[in-house]
């Protein structure tokens, strides 16, 4: 447990680095015009911690097999420190973006390493519930993250804080690290017999300890075998391990798992939902924030629901279960979010002459039907919504969208609307969202993290890991880089049933590929993928006769 929570570490700093930026972006916009004004600065801005955490996953794997587990996390934290720093300090933009790019290239490293770390050094029977420790601090850093930005919201140099404190777990992992051992499967693959024999006594009774190590050597002796006939360089593993069926399979597994975890939309809530809550209606910095931490709060409590039951039920049918939730609020949320559009407050021509002729929205004034307008054709235009100031379901105001309106209409104490409109449907939406993530964080939340840690080979468990994480990473990256873009094309309706769709491919592909792992030794697994696997429906006799033998 010692084990699993200081290797975790590295799962909270990933989690609060990822969520962070969801509330330091609303004041970052405040700080800087041109990122308030570019959505696509907004996306780089978020996207780019995920741009590094590709080559950081990449990297890592080979780090991994090269020079141990334990270096990797090391690495990782010092990476994690430079990062905070850098975007603290950072007096532009551009500073913030090479900073998460550093804090990018650990949370790659992080990702794919500590849930194979805590995965090596687990008797199997808890296994699972060790690896969804990593889960668990996952969710706990996004919460802490939501904490944080509520935190400083009225601090000076708010946004500076929310992304500087994540340097400081860092520092803590790093020296709690220099105190653990490596993991014992990589040591007996370096013929470490006695230091991976003194680790594994400390972690399964006296009895099961010679049965464990003689597993070891006979799976190391066969990927010894593979190796002299393959070769030793990253170049001739990549292609011994794609040349393995054994891995091959483990890959439509792995890599499957976590394509549906990026695309079930669950990032474009821990990046953007603070914003997601404002185009839902509800305007202010720190309310949204608020009703965030929520829904991070109940990420947290999902990842101790899949502890407690991921031993239990399996890692498949969570999934299973899990996608099915996914799908019916994502459809849910796409009706709301529809039907919020459909009853926006209207558009006054008087309420917008209200203020001054040159402060009216300029698409507005030239517009050939200017009294079909509401509130959301106002933000399409890329201006803003004054709400009424008796009632803010009323017809208001379409203004221009700058600093000295918003603070007129302030003045006036009528609410700005910049993100999303007043609506009756904001607190279903918030609803809504909060079931979604309830549904994601047991079964999709934790759980691909878990398979990808035991569905390899020894010999390739680290590339294997780095494959299915970089997968992750890009899928993370096309989902992040993109959100902001998708909800000015499709519309927020449109862009969650974009993604529900998605979900639908993505449980047809769980249910094809991915095998259940609960309970079975590494070599088990292995010896599973060697025969093959199938859905139940669809095997032979003979096929289930060989497994319910083994």
Known sequence: MR?????????????????????????????????????????????MAVAGAIFGAAFGGWINDRFGRKPSILVADILFFVGAIVMALAPAPWM??????????????????????????SPARIRGALVSTNGLLITGGQFLSYL?????????????????????????????MLSLPESPRWLYRRNKVEEARSILEKIYPANEVESELIALRNSIEAEKADEQAIGDNFIA??????????VRRGLYAGVTVQVAQQFSGINTVMYYSPTIVQFAGFASNKTALALSLVTSGLNAVGSIVSMAFVDRYGRRRMMIVSMFGIISCLVILSIVFFQAASHAPKISQLESTHFATNATCPSFLSASNPTSWNCMS??????????????EYSPGACLAKTSDLETLCHGQHRTWFKDGCPSKFGFLAVVFLGLYIISYSPGMGTVPWIVNSEIYPLKYRGIGGGIAAVFNWVCNLIVSLTFLTLTKALGSSG???????????????????????KGLQFEEVEKMLKSGYKPLPFKTKSTRGENQSA
Not at 20 to 43: M, N
Not at 151 to 160: D, I
Not at 237 to 246: R, T
Request: some cysteine.
């Open 237 to 246: 593993k990549m292609k011994g391990a794609l040349s393995n069926v054994v």
């Open 148 to 176: 944080i930005n509520l935190a400083f919201t009225h601090a000076p140099g708010s946004w500076r804080w929310m992304l500087g404190v994540a340097g400081l777990p860092a520092v803590v992992q790093f020296f709690f």
């Open 3 to 47: 084990l699993s929570l200081s290797a975790g570490i590295g799962g909270l700093l990933f989690g609060y680095d990822t969520g962070v930026i969801s509330g330091a972006l609303l004041y970052i916009r405040e700080d800087f015009q041109q990122v308030e004004k570019k959505t696509w600065l907004q996306e780089v801005i978020v996207s």
């Open 96 to 121: 913030i973006i090479i900073g998460r790019i550093f804090v990018g290239l650990g949370v790659g490293m992080a990702s794919m390493t500590a849930p194979l770390y805590i995965s090596e050094a």
């Open 495 to 517: 862009t969650f049933l974009l993604f529900a769709g998605y979900c639908v491919i993505g449980l047809v592909f769980i249910y094809w590929f991915v095998p259940e792992t």
């Open 378 to 391: 106002c933000l399409k235009a890329e201006c803003a919504f004054c709400a009424n100031g008796a009632n």
